[in-house]
């Protein structure tokens, strides 16, 4: 129960169509289990209803709500709601990220719409939440923003936007840290590698054309530790161990979950 009696807001803690399990979906399960009380928040209304669903709770202890990280006015009225309903809002954890999903490219084919789309959701919509997240963790003098950031920061990666909007959210949850870290609020980022979740794996198979198994063979192969993907269960513990008083004297770090994929990077 380490995380009992705490609230959380999980933005993107919905589901990308495929097997098995994602990063939100996932965190707001190991959330509960550990006593918090989640408020899963998806622009996909049903998939969020979903999460909801699986989690341990009692009456009324979870939600879902409905909001798109595009528009800002969404995301003050998901803050607004949790702090009605629950009086404050002990963690922040934002979930959302799109690549080839969103129309992502190498440079030559890169568009300005490309730009704005992947853009708009993978680093503005984390940065407007915490704009509406902070004052209220601020007048709390406690609070926890976590971001869900990519080994692409760091590794080969071909995609421009995605690559550089996650780049931008550590810069930004360095700014974050040092800025609130007198009000107690601490921000960390964490770093996911060659992950089997549906957007990663079954995103691909789509655009490619390939099987599932075909992606993930490949994707196993590129794994140091075992050659084997990491799933959205160890995001989930990392993402637990950042929320839980445990890491109290830790912000401003970008925490890897990659199986040493960065190893190979230098």
Known sequence: MRLDGKTAIIIGAGQS???GIGNGRATAIRFAREGARIMAVDRDLKSAEETVAMLEQKQGEHFAFEADVTKEATLKAAVEEAVRQWGKIDILHYNVGVSLGGGDTELLEFTEETFDRVFSINLRGAIMAC???????????AGIILMIGSLAVYEDYPYVAYKASKAGMVAFMHQLAIRNAEYGI????IL?????????????????????AEVAAERDARVPLKHKMGTAWDVANAALFLASDEAGFITGVSLLVDGGSALKVG
């Open 131 to 141: 704009k509406q997240v902070v004052p209220v963790m601020r007048k709390q003098q």
């Open 192 to 212: 996911p590698g060659i992950m089997d979740t549906p957007m990663a794996v079954d995103t691909r198979a789509r655009v490619f054309g390939k099987s599932r």
């Open 186 to 189: 601490r921000a960390n980022c």
């Open 17 to 19: 169509p495929g097997e």
